[in-house]
């Protein structure tokens, strides 16, 4: 009989949350290093979080990731946070200590700069100005990580510009606030633009942006992946830029939350891609 303390389980919790190819993925993973576990869907309504975070020790949980609309919640209720969580002030990847307390973490911006690389291998911090849509936990993440490469000046912009300024008093420094009716003149002289906002997203509505005044040179990058293609960078690509969409970002984000829970690091290979890709419309 094999050792019950041997398998181990993790998840996603969000809401919602069965879209997400994460449970895909880290199953692709448990299967091919033959590790004893499972990784699961979890729909966490919101008011529900605290509840359901301080259930992963007793259910025997090695941890969990942690996704819309939970990222900055989740940052305040886990028992620790990382340097890094903390800057960020919304956390992905939760682990469970041996004592059954809860270390909240953030990977998503070591995954966003790794995506970037991938699409754009001379891709360079300094090389201009950023302009980032939203400022949701996923626009947090993205921020931190382009001010830690070097940008020179993070054009933020969000629907509730509230929302907006209260990211630029807490990194200060490039970040500079704009409304979102100026969106579309914000890209004069940028070399990158970041669409962090669920705008593009599978049933969400198309980004409305023009891209008239974005130098051909930018990149333009879509931090979702369903559809692989949003209707951003459709049009950027018609244009003449440099695209990445989100896939990469939540492959790469993923390697160190298996480690942490699993004990592997994990490869991102071509055939683990096509097959994520393959559920992808």
Known sequence: MSDPKAFKAAGLIGWPVFQSRSPMLHGYW????????????????PGRLEAALRGLSALGFAGCNVTLPHKEEAARLVDRLDPLARRMGAINLIVVEPDGSLSGYNKDG?????????????????????????????????????????????????????????????????????????????????????????????????????????????????????????????????????????????LHQARPAFAAWFGVMPDITAELRASIEATIG
């Not at 576990?37 to 309504?45: E, R, W």
């Not at 930018?218 to 896939?247: E, F, K, M, W």
Request: proline letters at 5%.
């Open 30 to 45: 448990l299967k091919h290093y033959g590790i004893a576990g499972a990784y699961l869907p979890m729909p966490v309504q």
């Open 110 to 250: 070591y995954g966003f700069i790794q995506n970037l690389r991938d699409g754009k291998a001379d891709w360079r911090g300094d090389a201009g100005p950023a302009v980032v849509l939203g400022a949701g936990g996923g626009a947090r993440s993205v921020v931190v990580s382009l001010l830690d490469e070097g940008v020179p000046e993070i054009r933020l912009i969000n629907r509730t510009r509230a929302r907006a300024e209260q990211l630029a008093r807490e990194f200060g420094g490039p970040v500079k606030v704009l409304d979102w009716e100026a969106r579309a003149t914000a890209l004069d002289g940028a070399a990158l633009l970041v669409n962090a906002t669920n705008q593009g997203m599978v049933g969400q509505k198309a980004l409305d942006l023009a891209l008239d005044a974005l130098p051909r040179a930018a990149l333009v990058c879509d931090i979702i992946y369903n559809p692989l293609q949003t209707p951003l960078l459709a049009a950027a690509a018609a244009r003449g830029h440099s695209v990445v969409n989100g896939l990469g970002m939540l």
